[in-house]
């Protein structure tokens, strides 16, 4: 017998059946919608947060950073809104329009602003 996955009573019915009603199935669907919205609203402070520490850090356009001092102020590399790559191959990353580049091998990050020309560069990535 098959259980609710809501309420924990018995699914009666047709087999593909998963809810025990049509109550638990629509309380099931906005337990997803709910968590989905979660997830965006998480991600999108996270975003909005490393776009305010990186203008924050951004002096004249062109920073270099000890990485602690952003990730200590609750800064996350791992997002982000999108990529750019610059002519030597190095790919900066970007939230909104303050990019960080890793300086691999010296802790540090480079931090710009988004520039005109490099929506022209976009396609460098594909
Ligand atoms: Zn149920």
Redesign the pocket.
């Known amino acids: 017998m098959k259980i609710?996955p809501?309420?924990?009573?018995s699914v009666k019915g047709r087999k593909d059946k998963i809810?025990?009603?049509e109550?638990?199935k629509s309380a099931a669907q906005y337990e997803n919608r709910l968590i989905n919205e979660i997830f965006f609203f998480k991600v999108d402070k996270q975003l909005k947060t490393n776009r305010k520490i990186l203008k924050t850090h951004n002096k004249d356009g062109y920073t270099t950073l000890r990485k602690t001092v952003l990730l200590s102020k609750g800064f996350n590399p791992n997002y982000f809104t999108h990529l750019w790559k610059n002519p030597k191959g190095q790919t900066y990353c970007f939230c909104y329009e303050f990019g960080f580049l890793e300086l691999i091998g010296q802790d540090k990050y480079l931090i710009v602003k988004w520039q005109d020309y490099m929506e022209t560069n976009q396609n460098r990535l594909q």
Do not use: A, I
């Not at 809501?6 to 009573?9: D, E, I, L, M, P």
């Open positions: 609710c809501v309420c924990g009573n809810y025990c009603s109550y638990c």
